[in-house]
């Protein structure tokens, strides 16, 4: 599911795999191969005109990991815009900060793997 992606959404996912942060290569680390509960993710998924970090098809869960500039104001008033709009898609998007990603994984993956659970049971 790309929701009409440009093709230029799809370039700028490949160019954000290529560099991810090291909370996203930590979180990766964790998810991939269906390491999560068995649900299969992927990292810089684009969907729409977005690009999110992390996304599981299966429960239309999609995982951001926000750093220090998602404090900004002008960066709080685009993320809650994005968020509204994957929402009309019936997709429910999460955020994690860095921090509570590298020092934090073991609550961070217990969260998300209630949030899939639940939305895939429902």
Same mark, same amino acid.
């Given at each position: ?28 680390? %964790?998810?991939?191969?269906?390491? @999560? ?13 977005? /690009? #999110? ?26 993320? %809650?815009?994005?968020?509204?709009? @994957? ?13 509570? /990603? #590298? ?20």
């Amino acid at each position: 599911m790309h929701l009409s992606a440009r093709v230029s959404t799809f370039r700028n996912a490949k160019q954000l795999r290529r560099v991810m942060t090291p909370a996203e290569k930590t979180l990766w680390l %964790a998810l991939k191969n269906k390491q @999560l509960d068995d649900l299969k993710f992927r990292r810089q998924h684009p969907i729409s005109r977005y /690009v #999110l970090d992390f996304y599981c098809v299966r429960a239309k869960v999609g995982i951001e990991i926000d750093g220090k500039y998602h404090e900004e104001k002008s960066q709080k008033l685009y993320d %809650a815009d994005r968020t509204e709009n @994957l929402e009309l898609h019936n997709i429910q998007i999460i955020r994690f900060t860095n921090e509570e /990603v #590298l020092t934090n994984l073991t609550e961070v993956l217990e969260s998300i793997s209630q949030i899939c659970e639940s939305r895939i049971l429902s």
